[in-house]
């Protein structure tokens, strides 16, 4: 079973910046990918961006350019950097860890930007 902390979130105006991090605990040996993916009130979880062992990085089409998803895999965590923020960039983020053919959550941190 693997364990995710996340870390980060509040509340930023819009074109500002945040940082949020997750780190894995437990069973992390064999853990692929890593990343987040959040949900806003009323919509359903969507990908953020996604980030392999390998450092091979997927991210959805509204956040190119604006996140940047990294990670340590010494530290089993897996970062987020949000710039530029919008205020339909306000969900509750979540972070995933798939280790074999499971997939592990975090708790949720809650993002909010106004405009």
């Known amino acids: 079973q693997v364990q995710l902390v996340e870390s980060g979130g509040g509340l930023v105006q819009a074109g500002g910046s945040l940082g949020l991090s997750c780190a894995a605990s437990g069973s992390i040996s064999s853990i692929n990918t890593m990343g987040w993916y959040r949900q806003a009130p009323g919509k359903q979880r969507e990908l953020v961006a996604t980030i392999t062992r390998g450092a091979n990085t997927n991210y959805a089409d509204s956040v190119k350019g604006r996140f940047t998803v990294s990670r340590d895999n010494a530290k089993s965590t897996v970062y987020l950097q949000m710039n530029s923020l919008k205020p339909e960039d306000t969900a509750v983020y979540f972070c995933?860890?798939?280790?074999?053919?499971?997939?592990?959550w975090g708790q949720g941190t809650q993002v909010t930007v106004s405009s």
């Open positions: 995933y860890a798939r280790r074999l053919a499971y997939d592990n």
